[in-house]
């Protein structure tokens, strides 16, 4: 029986989310994803043909090579520079280069499903649907966490998952997922697909799924990211009867514990003051502090790939920021053998890639934010929008789900031109 590459696509595309569940532990998560993407690169490496229009609409994809050539350089020069103070004790998977050169490998693993993405997704848009399949198993297995773990109730982990998934007040909000953020924004990106190929039902579902993340990014995200959509529809017809319910169910989730620690606390109490409402906001504050130095004080090139963690300590100066520190922050913000990160993709990348190399991936994103626009669907656009405000709170841009994603404006774009010059 003869198998089609297509095939492999798109079961790579079904098991996108299971990046925690249905996971072999080699080090690290080793994904069925990543494994279909490997099995397909492979093939072709040695069989595989592709179309020279291609190649040249490839190659014109100038600022994505770059950023990859950037990320190069940091990593060879980090990793035998000398810097003038001790860099930070912290567990390795491999050793400090070792892990470096993992990530590294892991972006242009990422970058190559991109460009593989867009071939495929141009010539068939229908094959988004295993995708929309793989989100909704996903997302019916996270209600299934989410509930019986808010009730107390016995339940069943697939393999690959920690023994304590995260969670908040011992409710589980990953899913298959490692962190709630990340399942968040993959199912803002799901329902927008859904809502594309016209399965309104399932997009609200996926939509609606996200309650179960509790993660504030998402739920702000996913609500900019509709009034994007529905802008022309806002205040029109039969959705002004929406209003008064949205407003009542505003007014009753600001008397909630969650509201007032995860959203008051966070948005209007300033970081100078340390308390419990405010705490992750003081956190996120500090780490993104510590990224900003570290790109300010290494512009060309960064601290580079994965190393954030490495120069943690030397640009640690919270005692100058929180005025009211305490013996349990203080050892919990030194992160004494734990790898910390930036928890913002954008200061991320500042700090171990430096301001070319930030330069070079904003270009992309905003790029691909025009090429979206330029296609004039809405769903589509919207799920690049929903990426940019994410990442403002995201743990890392080495997500498949989400070059994939990004890797459709530029399908539709390919498949528009090659219809116009057959």
């Known amino acids: 029986m003869k198998v089609k590459i297509a095939t492999f696509f798109c ?59 950037w990320a ?20 390795f998977r491999i050793s400090a280069i070792g892990d470096s050169f993992l990530r590294f490998c892991y972006i242009i693993l990422n970058i190559t499903a991109f460009f593989i993405s867009i071939y495929f997704i141009s010539r068939n848009k229908r094959i988004l649907k295993f995708w929309v399949l793989g989100a909704v198993i996903a997302s019916s297995y996270s209600w299934y966490l989410f509930v019986f773990s808010a009730l107390g109730l016995p339940y069943i982990k697939l393999f690959g998952m920690e023994s304590n998934p995260q969670n908040l007040f011992g409710i589980i909000r990953c899913g298959t997922f490692k962190e709630g953020n990340f399942f968040g924004l993959f199912l803002i990106l799901s329902s927008l697909i859904a809502f594309f190929r016209g399965k309104t039902k399932v997009g609200w579902f996926l939509m609606f799924t996200i309650i179960t993340t509790m993660s504030t990014i998402s739920i702000v995200s996913g609500c900019l990211t509709l009034v994007y959509i529905y802008r022309k529809k806002m205040f029109t017809g039969k959705i002004l009867i929406v209003y008064p319910l949205i407003l009542m169910a505003v007014i009753f989730s600001a008397k909630t514990e969650f509201f007032q620690r995860y959203v008051k606390g966070k948005i209007f109490q300033p970081v100078s003051h340390l308390t419990n409402d405010n705490f992750s906001k003081v956190d996120r504050y500090l780490t ?60 991320e990348v500042w700090s171990e890639y430096g301001v070319v190399g930030f330069v070079f991936f904003m270009f992309f994103l905003v790029k691909t934010l025009f090429v979206a626009i330029k296609n004039k669907n809405d769903f589509i656009t919207g799920g690049v929008i929903a990426i940019l405000i994410s990442f403002n709170a995201f743990p890392s841009f080495i997500m ?19 219809n116009e010059n057959p």
């Open 11 to 69: 079961l790579f595309l079904f098991f996108l989310p299971f990046t925690q569940a249905l996971t072999l532990n080699v080090g690290f998560p080793l994904k069925v994803s990543e494994i279909l993407l490997i099995v397909m690169i492979g093939i072709y490496f040695f069989i595989g043909y592709v179309p020279k229009e291609y190649l040249h609409f490839i190659i014109n994809n100038k600022a994505i090579f770059l950023f990859l050539l």
């Open 400 to 418: 498949l789900f989400i070059w994939v994603y990004l890797a459709i404006p530029y399908a539709f774009n390919y498949n528009k031109r090659v």
């Open 72 to 91: 190069l350089l940091s990593f060879m020069i980090n990793s035998f520079w000398q810097y003038d103070y001790p860099l930070k004790q912290i567990p």
């Open 288 to 347: 993104g502090r510590i990224a900003f130095k570290q790109g300010l004080y290494n512009p060309f090139i960064g601290v580079g790939p994965y190393n954030y963690a490495l120069h943690y300590d030397y640009y640690n100066d919270y005692e100058t920021v929180v005025k009211n520190p305490s013996k349990w922050f203080d050892n919990y913000i030194a992160r004494t053998n734990k790898r910390a990160i930036t928890n913002n993709v954008y200061l």
